[in-house]
């Protein structure tokens, strides 16, 4: 289990050390989650929090962006930011002797990132704006956008790349607000895995991000997902095959189906084995490849079923999937191979530093704590038919169902 | 903190003839097993295009009598399975808990005795094409593709990997199964297993399978499969293509260069990351945000290789950026790359290469990778120091080898655009 220390500031520090990666170097990977994500920002400038992430990649008051990424590669240093939904994440990855200077570039650029610096904020609008029209030549990534924006209630249903019109309004007003409670250090988590200590990181931390203690902050409420009948939508584009996302509500993190969930979308679309893949693609070759999953909030939980065919094939594929969900009961071998891959992701996934950073990050983040191994495949091992069941009459699938579709007519 | 280990095993078992590469790493918490076969889409001809990548999907099924039995298994043990074709090889590759290594290693097995059906094959047929049209649809792989068949047309290497339409139609189950003995031989075969094997007699294992193929496998002749990979007959030029319901343009350009086997590699790929997104084309392209995306790679392959460039911006923008480009190209003639940006790829390149060879999966993944060209498991300390030692005079001596003027250059663009 990890060790974990809250700073006089708020900051949560939580890692776990690592010694020997199988004789490769003493690194560490380290996550910085700060709460800065499209769901915080002003209606009419959604993708001012992606602007500001970007800005933290674009150097600090004392070096130019040239000379900020020089910093870090001569150092073998990898260092990303991505802006996101309800937070952004820093991510480094570094040599651990390397660390402390890491930190030092890293919380400089958060303190006094280049908003006033008319060419960054240009330079990193006019990125953003490309990552939307790239999504839009994705048949899946428009999917993917139109069933958020349809099925969430605001600010949840808000695009995750951010919209044009926001990012395009977006000014340096804005982004001094932005950046102000992006640094509410109640809601920072610095999560890291590697050759190193929780004393000497606390330390790092301690004497390079200093920050004044703000409270958290808390995330929007998720109040409602789509709550009519059926929303279907189509959206023509000339390509080969049609593109299809379906999404329902299920069980949130909060409530019991929550593990119940988890297993039912392993069962159903966790791989070559899963019922979906064997009766839409093994048994028919409807499609290469279809997948089904479930994600939740604190508040709303959600399945979403999505694949790809050709037009011609679409209605066929589509109701097989729908009769496989519907009439879902796991045999006691599914619920057993479920099992066994969770076992085995949770054992792959320790293995590396970078993924094990990530996930201590992300557990402290949605269960305000690290869930054992023990915890997971004992939650997992109580899951049986009959929760299942519960969790489908409490949730029949596709009630309230969203479906969008993208490609040709038909 | 680094301790010592004990280097990969490399040896020919003598019952089945496969290569074995073996890494024990005790305190690991899965086993990884890889089968690497030199059979990619090089080794097809116009009409067996396709086959390696059909194949693929097909020795998953009716190994065991019963058309979807092999995935099913794996997954009664908890354990993770899948593989991919390349222009060169073929990977199947499975992830275990230590504790079911044994049972996964025999499954995994199964896969060199496939028992085709022609019910299987019918219905493989048809997901292939979606997948093929899943591809289709995806305008970056088209201009990749159509780019790479322009710079070097009918040499092997630009075979399409997923294979045409019209033979993968007209492929019957014989012709499939003829392929694939002849494909599949012990001879072209390695078996890498890393992780903690403690618990797992992988010779008995391969004692227990036996010999690969035997006395019912069809004599046929390789003629036909066996291309040969000289060096590439190159074309020079732009070529203009459109297509429709896009909102991006897309540009990729190609140049021939050095080979998996040939030691300027190392070379070759610092200067493509300092000329490349790494440096050079981050600061003129990516970072004022001229260019959705912007790559320059090294593809090194078995006996012959090319540099490969890709780009992708708004339709408006595709004139400025191949101006850039060329100016990106050209400036590195008369502004050499420098100490300094020489220092930087070799610290990225280092971190990189030492940090992605962390678990057992990168371990068996860069093994069999090795093997399929050189012979040998991957030596990462070797490949550290040959990075180390690259000199500026051999970065720089490259510069010369790719400007504009001599690369063949592909555009796809919105058709109403």
Redesign the interface.
């Known amino acids: 289990m990890p060790d974990v220390t809250i700073l006089s500031n708020g900051v949560t520090i939580l890692g776990e050390s690592r ?9 560490v990977s380290v996550c910085i989650y700060l709460p800065c994500g499209v769901v915080f920002d002003p209606p009419d400038q959604i993708g001012a929090s992606l602007i500001l992430a970007e800005l933290f990649n ?1 150097g600090s008051e004392g070096l130019s ?2 000379e900020f ?2 910093e870090f ?6 260092f990303v930011v991505g802006g996101g939904f309800d937070r952004s994440v820093i991510r480094l ?3 651990t002797s390397q660390f402390e200077e890491g930190i030092r570039l890293i919380s400089a650029a958060l303190r006094t990132p280049r908003i006033s610096d008319f060419n960054s904020v ?6 953003l ?3 939307i ?2 999504r ?4 899946a990534g428009i999917a993917g956008h139109k069933l958020t924006e349809l099925f969430f209630a605001e600010p949840f249903n808000r695009p995750r790349e951010g919209s044009e019109a926001g990012i395009r309004a977006v000014g340096e007003r804005e982004l001094t607000r932005c950046h102000s409670s992006a640094l509410t250090s109640g809601s920072i988590i610095i999560s890291w895995c590697g ?1 190193i200590s929780q004393d000497e990181v606390v330390k790092v931390f301690d004497r390079q991000l200093v920050l004044p203690k703000i409270a958290r902050r808390e995330i929007p409420k998720c109040f409602a997902v789509n709550t009519q009948d059926i929303v279907g939508v189509h959206i023509a ?5 049609r593109s299809v996302m379906i999404a329902f509500e299920s069980a949130s993190v909060s409530e019991v189906g929550y593990y119940p969930a988890k297993v039912a979308s392993i069962v159903l679309g966790g ?3 899963a019922r979906l893949f ?1 009766e839409v ?8 490849d279809i997948s089904c999953s479930h994600s939740s909030n604190r508040d709303r939980g959600w399945f979403v079923v999505g694949f ?3 037009t011609e094939r679409f209605r066929e594929a589509a109701d097989v999937t729908r009769a496989v969900m519907t009439d879902f009961i796991p045999t006691s ?1 599914e619920l ?2 479920a ?3 969770v ?2 992701s949770l ?2 996934g ?5 993924s094990r950073c990530e996930s201590l990050a992300s557990e402290w983040s949605y269960h305000g704590r690290v869930r054992s191994d023990e915890e997971l495949i004992s939650a997992v091992n109580d899951v049986t038919a009959a929760s299942i069941q519960k969790l489908w009459d409490t949730y029949p699938p596709f009630r309230h169902e969203v479906q969008v579709s993208v490609g040709g007519e038909g | 903190m680094t301790a010592t280990r004990v280097p990969p095993k490399l040896f020919r078992c003598p019952v089945t003839g496969l290569t074995v590469i073996h890494e024990l790493l005790p305190e690991a918490r899965t086993v990884a097993f890889g089968l690497y076969v030199k059979n990619g889409a090089v080794n097809e001809t116009a009409k067996e295009s396709g086959v390696s990548h059909f194949l693929e999907h097909l020795v998953f099924k009716g190994n065991m009598g019963n058309g979807i039995e092999l995935t099913q298994a794996m997954a009664d043990l908890g354990s993770h399975i899948n593989a991919y074709t390349t222009d060169e090889h073929t990977s199947y590759y499975a992830t275990c808990l230590p504790e079911m290594a044994t049972a996964t290693l025999q499954l995994l097995l199964e896969i060199l005795r496939p028992k085709f059906s022609s019910a299987d094959v019918a219905r493989e047929r048809e997901v292939i094409l979606e997948e093929m049209r899943q591809y289709r649809d995806d305008p970056g792989f088209t201009a990749h593709e159509k780019g790479l068949q322009f710079f070097a047309p009918r040499h092997p290497l630009t075979h399409s990997i997923i294979g045409s339409e019209a033979a993968l139609k007209k492929l019957s189950k014989s012709e499939l199964e003829a392929f694939f003995y002849v494909r599949y031989r012990s001879e072209k075969i390695a078996l890498v297993l890393t992780g903690d094997t403690s618990t797992l007699d992988f010779m008995e294992v391969l004692r227990a399978f036996g010999e690969i193929g035997g006395s019912s496998i069809p004599v046929i002749s390789e003629k036909g499969s066996e291309p040969a990979m000289s060096s590439l007959k190159i074309r020079r030029g732009v070529q203009r293509l459109t297509k429709r319901g896009i909102l991006q343009s897309h540009l990729v350009a190609f140049w021939p260069a050095v080979s998996e086997q040939d030691d300027t590699k190392f070379a070759l790929e610092l200067w493509s990351d300092i000329i490349g997104a790494g440096s050079r084309f981050a600061w003129k392209l990516v970072e004022p945000g001229l260019v959705e995306s912007a790559g320059l790679s090294c593809q090194p392959r078995n006996s012959t290789g090319y540099v490969m460039l890709s780009a992708c911006c708004e339709p408006g923008g595709m004139p400025t950026v191949e101006h850039e480009i060329e100016q990106i190209l050209k400036d590195a003639l008369s502004k050499p790359i420098d100490a300094d940006e020489l220092e930087q790829a070799k610290a990225m390149t280092e971190f990189s290469l030492s940090s992605g060879f962390e678990t057992p999966t990168d371990r068996m993944t860069a093994h069999g990778e090795h093997w399929l060209t050189h012979g040998i498991p991957y030596p990462l300390e070797s490949e550290l120091e040959a990075f180390r030692s690259v000199t500026l005079g051999q970065v720089n001596w490259f510069t010369p080898q790719f400007q504009w003027n001599d690369a063949a250059i592909t555009s796809l663009k919105p058709s109403d655009s």
Request: hydrophobic share 30%; aromatic share 4%.
């Open positions: 010694v020997d990666g199988f004789g490769s170097p003493a690194t674009r962006n040239k990424r020089a590669e001569k150092r073998g240093m990898q990855d570094c040599l240009v330079e990193a609008k006019r990125m704006l490309n990552d029209r790239a839009d030549d994705d048949p050759a584009k000339p390509t080969e095959q791989g070559m084995f064997d693609r093994e048994k028919r070759g409807l499609v290469y790809a065919c050709s071998l057993e191979r099992r066994r891959q076992k085995l054992a792959a320790a293995e590396s530093r970078s």
